[in-house]
Nanobody
Framework: QVQLVESGGGLVQAGGSLRLSCAAS????????MGWFRQAPGKEREFVAA????????YYADSVKGRFTISRDNAKNTVYLEMNSLKPEDTAVYYC??????????????????WGQGTQVTVSS
């Protein structure tokens, strides 16, 4: 069992930055690929970024590539999402997730069995 708690969301102007954190408790955190997803009002949840268990591999959605950076500190059981050059279209609830299924693609939410409660990010124009 893994419990995930996100923090760091808030209101920021376009062009600004935020750093999201996801603190994990429970065993096996260091062995899980971790991901960030987001869901805007009226839209489906979408993949944002993922990082392998050893942090050797990172993956990004095209919409955030070059602006967002995912990282993790296994000693602290924490995964981060550094978001720069934020745009109004980045406004959403951001969720941290731990991957528990490895039968499909890393960007599919069905591959993730543990989810946090989400943190709101609002980017004003």
């Amino acid at each position: 069992q893994v419990q995930l708690v996100e923090s760091g969301g808030g209101l920021v102007q376009a062009g600004g930055s935020l750093r999201l954190s996801c603190a994990a408790s429970g065993r096996t955190f260091s062995s899980n690929t971790m991901g960030w997803f987001r869901q805007a009002p009226g839209k489906e949840r979408e993949f944002v970024a993922a990082i392998s268990s050893s942090a050797g591999m990172t993956y990004y959605a095209d919409s955030v590539k070059g602006r967002f950076t995912i990282s993790r500190d296994n000693a602290k059981n924490t995964v981060y999402l550094e978001m720069n050059s934020l745009k109004p279209e980045d406004t959403a609830v951001y969720y941290c997730a731990a991957r528990t299924y490895y039968s499909g693609n890393y960007y599919r939410s069905q591959q993730y069995g543990y989810w946090g409660q989400g943190t709101q990010v609002t980017v004003s124009s």
